[in-house]
């Protein structure tokens, strides 16, 4: 879009990069906006971007009709000092949610139909302003990595004028617990154990069951408990 300028690489981004780029409104009668335009097929998409207040705090976001054509604005405006969501319009499932310093990572999803629209972010004053609300050329947003993606949000990804596609997020975190291991006393080498006798290796997290009356256990686990 025209009525706003992108001022490239002006800020330090969420990822510690001085990739954020500032947007400035225009002080004319012109959409405040920055859009892009994409195909969509028949199927649920997800607008995102960080976003940090500047010399205003409000976001606005959307899916609209390629060339404004579209009879209704799917989108929802965002507090960028409060981090709350403000109004949505249309059928649009919105959230925000904080990474550090100052930055949201703002969200609005939607069904959209086959057809061409545009996604757009706004600079706003208030809640649920028109995108042609009356500016005085000094209203300021930061704004970094946004991404319209076919169904839900993912990690971002970086682009340029080209779709791009990779695996699916994978949560790789592991199941910690602080439940005491505490049904059978734990293996020690130098106790003898009578057949039936049960411990726990404490290092395994298994359960061992004594075949015969020696110092050792069965190597057989017969269970492993969590």
Not at 35 to 43: L, M, N, S
Not at 96 to 102: A, C, D
Not at 183 to 210: C, F, M, P
């Amino acid at each position: 879009g025209t009525s706003i300028t992108v001022t490239a690489n002006s800020q330090t981004a969420p990822d510690g990069n001085a990739t954020a780029d500032t947007l400035t409104a225009s002080n004319t009668a012109s959409a405040k906006s920055h859009t892009q335009t994409f195909t969509a097929t028949a199927a649920s998409y997800t607008l995102s971007v960080f976003a940090k207040s500047g010399t205003t705090n409000w976001l606005g976001m959307s899916f609209g009709g390629a060339g404004g054509g579209q009879a209704t604005v799917l989108g929802a405006f965002f507090n960028l000092t409060t981090g709350t969501v403000g109004t949505t319009n249309g059928s649009v499932v919105a959230s925000i949610q904080s990474v550090g310093s100052g930055w949201y990572r703002c969200k609005i999803t939607s069904t959209l139909t086959v057809a061409s629209w545009v996604h757009q972010i706004q600079v706003n004053t208030a809640d649920n302003q028109a995108n042609t609300y009356s500016a005085a050329g000094t209203e300021t947003l930061y704004v970094w990595g946004a991404q319209a993606e076919l169904g839900n949000a993912t990690s971002y990804i970086q682009t340029t004028s080209a779709t791009v596609t990779r695996a699916a997020d994978v949560n790789t975190a592991m199941l910690l617990t602080n439940i005491p291991e505490a049904d059978y006393s734990a293996w020690n080498s130098g106790t003898s154990y009578v057949q039936g006798d049960r411990v726990l290796d404490v290092t395994l997290h298994k359960i061992y069951e004594a075949a015969n009356g020696a110092r050792g256990v069965a190597t057989l686990s017969i269970s492993s408990p969590g």
